[in-house]
């Protein structure tokens, strides 16, 4: 299963179409709190997450999941791709960074990527 993690519902509603058109199990989650708190965490293979979101962000979330022993691979997403942000998510463990907007094939590719990882928490 991917669960996808921004809070911009249109977002949340193109990853999912695109997602499940290619077979995947997809859950969606308006914020990173809202994500901890739902039963996917534990079966989750692949997390798809908006950097900067209000509450906890994309970076915020993935350290926190690392803290707790989950080793679930994250694909990071953000409307602002700057180098730092870029650089922050690659340090925390993103396998992914993609700019908004982003091609279909792009995300496909990530999440491909991670799931033949087989790293699910």
């Known amino acids: 299963m991917i669960s996808v993690i921004d809070d911009d519902e249109l977002v949340r509603e193109a990853a999912d179409n695109l997602l499940s058109s290619e077979g995947y199990l997809v859950r969606t989650f308006a914020s990173a709190e809202e994500f901890l708190q739902s039963p996917q965490l ?3 293979g692949c ?3 908006d950097v900067q979101m209000p ?3 994309g970076v915020d979330l993935l ?3 690392r803290a707790q022993g989950h080793n679930t691979p994250f694909i990071f997403i953000t409307a602002f ?3 730092s942000v870029r650089n ?3 340090k925390a463990g993103g396998i992914g960074f993609l700019a908004k907007p982003f091609a279909a094939a792009d995300l496909i ?3 491909e990527i991670a799931i033949r990882r087989g790293d699910t928490s």
Do not use: I, K, Q
Request: charged share 25%; with cysteine; aromatic share 4%.
């Open 42 to 44: 534990l079966g989750c």
């Open 47 to 49: 997390v798809v997450a």
């Open 55 to 57: 509450g906890m962000s």
């Open 63 to 65: 350290t926190h999941m």
């Open 81 to 83: 791709p700057e180098d």
């Open 88 to 90: 922050r998510a690659r």
């Open 109 to 111: 590719r990530y999440v």
